[in-house]
């Protein structure tokens, strides 16, 4: 029940923004236009998210045949943690990342990169399938992919502002049109700030309890965030409002997205890690010092 009111939330608060933004381009005939589309990006959103996020990334489909190792993996861990088995899926991307999706925990997906899973060794692949596993235990994958989806269609909104900035009805004008603009993606990014860095500690927590392995997982977000530092991720680039879905921000442009950062910072998130391991005697695994693209072991990973 609290997950079902917290996505009404959500939704709510994004249909909210259209109204605004519609009226702001268009007075009542704008704010009518812009009802309709929220009332249908909702419907899209909810039945239909998981799908559009997965192709915008191109993720491909595995089984066991396939991709035996991973989804053996996803496999045990989804029955560690008392959860449907999700689907599974590869994306062939360089840049070293992981997400999840789906509306609910009968409809969820575990999306990994080529990257991730050349440069992780087991332990850390498994410590992230298990962060996102948790995501889906914490059913945050609804909200967190309505959030992707309803926050690319404000940015889309605000880019039709210039088409409807010389309306007699536009209450704005032209200088309040380009301030639209610019506003208008800023609080879809507030939105995401919100919905996302709190979730992201919990998961990284969830982590721990399912694969008993938090160090593991420290190791792994040291090496994604030096990955992700250097190699540009072109989906996610095309698609930002998707970056929040991501174990660790797959976009550029650092100091935009300090300012407005979708995740904790990673020297946090591994302090927490190295706080949790001291409880719970995690097995062997050391946070590497310095490792750029993952090259701090000869090994290319267990299934890359």
């Known amino acids: 029940m609290k997950g079902f009111a917290r996505t009404a939330l959500l939704m709510a608060a994004m249909t909210g923004l259209f109204l605004a933004f519609g009226y702001m381009l268009g007075g009542q005939g704008g704010m009518m236009i812009a009802f309709i589309i929220a009332f249908a990006m909702n419907m899209i959103a909810y039945w239909n998210a998981d799908t559009l996020v997965l192709k915008m990334h191109r993720a491909q489909p595995v089984d066991a045949r396939s991709a035996p190792e991973l989804y053996r993996s996803v496999e045990t861990l989804a029955r560690r943690a008392g959860l449907p088995m999700p689907a599974v899926y590869i994306i062939e991307n360089d840049q070293p990342n992981a ?125 994604l965030q030096s990955g992700a530092a250097h190699i540009v991720n072109r989906d996610a680039e095309a698609n930002p409002a998707t970056a929040h879905l991501f174990i660790v921000n797959p976009l550029h442009g650092q100091a935009f997205d300090n300012l407005f950062a979708t995740h904790p910072s990673t020297e946090n998130r591994i302090a927490r890690l190295q706080e949790i391991a001291g409880g719970i005697r995690p097995r062997r695994t050391s946070v590497p010092t310095s490792t750029p693209h993952g090259t701090d072991s000869p090994r290319r990973g267990p299934w890359g």
Do not use: C, W
């Not at 639209?180 to 919990?202: H, K, N």
């Open 99 to 223: 997400f999840a999706t789906g509306r609910n925990p009968d409809h969820a997906a575990v999306a990994a990169t080529t990257g991730l899973l050349r440069i992780l060794n087991r332990d850390e692949i498994e410590a992230v399938l298990a962060h996102e596993l948790t995501h889906i235990k914490n059913r945050d994958t609804l909200t967190m992919t309505l959030t992707a989806t309803l926050a690319g269609a404000i940015s889309m909104l605000a880019n039709f502002a210039l088409f409807f900035g010389g309306r007699r009805d536009n209450p704005l004008g032209f200088v309040g049109t380009i301030l639209m603009m610019i506003l208008a993606p800023l609080a879809a990014m507030l939105v995401q700030m919100a919905i996302s860095r709190t979730r992201e500690y919990a998961a990284d927590h969830g982590s721990a309890e399912i694969s008993g392995k938090p160090l593991a997982l420290a190791s792994a977000l040291a090496k």
